[in-house]
């Protein structure tokens, strides 16, 4: 038997548009994209929203509920409360196609302009030989479904539009840590490369990525911090401070069109003329003589301006808020049959 529940969803294009109100029919078992299929055969037949499996894996129903980044089609209604009103806006870094349909093409752009794999000469596709141990720790980034949730709630370019020119975003931070790791590649420094053209520098490891990814991947712990570090190393090793001082920069920099030695079965970025952001890089933060950086820089507040869809939402919000409540953390859960 359903109940009656008060959703406000935002309805426009670019030109404009303004959250609705609507009271909708909800079920046991549902999530929010079956209440908006019920809107659309019900009230708005026009209402426009992505998506393609509900089942958590296409990565295209990306919204944000009652502020917070999500999947649809994994967010229970059970999550709410009975008399809680469920806003429901487009993601809000991106440009509004229609409704809660946006442009997510920034990701791709940057897609782009990441260096393909390219394997070692003389190994051609299907000579791929690595062992299971090889690809241990970089096989979690594989499990991205592009969702664009991590790059939609980074700071950087949420609040910062000005950003996104130099700012890949953790997407491909974790793209960048996947290669970098990946035993057959042989494209160069790939942590290098982020630092100096994907702005890795802009990041300063709020973990606000990691906390919407839906596929659980430890955006900062496990790609970003690791990058971060291996960087700060590099540039602050006594060694390569004292190479400085004898050898010409262009001795000591990494080549930073990251042409591999070869271009067997690798796109056209192998022969290095794919064209990159020539925005300014941030410099890293600054690293005390004790080899230390100030805590200041590792937890600034995260940023967070009013949402641009008129509702009185606010994001960022603390970790604690932003993880998805289980049925279960929920007084009455024992009637919840999906509780777990
Ligand atoms: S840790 Fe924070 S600043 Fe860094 S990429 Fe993730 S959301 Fe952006
Ligand atoms: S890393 Fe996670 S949040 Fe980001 S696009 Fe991939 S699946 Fe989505
Ligand atoms: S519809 Fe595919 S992830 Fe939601």
Known sequence: MGTKRHFRVWRGDSSGGEIQDFDVEVNDGEVVLDIIHRLQATQTPDLACRWNCKAGKCGSCSMEINGKPRLGCMTRMSTFEEDETVTITPLRTFPIIRDLVTDVS??????????????????????????????????EFRKCIECYLCQNTCHVVRDHEENKAAFSGPRYFIRAAELDMHPLDDRGDRKQ?????????????????????????????????????????????????????????????????MAPSTSTGVTDVASGTTQFSTARMPEGPPVREDGKMDVSEVSLPTQGGPSPFGDDLSFPLTPGEVTYHRPADKADSGSDPYAH
């Open 106 to 139: 920034f990701n791709y752009e940057k897609a782009r302009e990441t260096p393909a794999f390219a394997p070692p000469p003389g190994v051609a596709p299907g000579d791929y030989r690595m062992q299971q141990v090889d690809v241990e720790r970089s096989q």
């Open 193 to 257: 490369y982020a630092q100096a053209h994907q702005g890795l520098g802009y990041c300063n490891i709020t973990k606000c990525c990691t906390e919407v990814c839906p596929e659980h991947i430890k955006i900062t712990d496990n790609a970003i911090i690791p990058m971060k570090e291996r960087v700060v190393d590099r540039r602050y090793d006594p060694l390569v401070w004292l190479g400085r001082k004898i050898f010409r920069r262009d001795e000591l920099e990494p080549a930073t069109s």
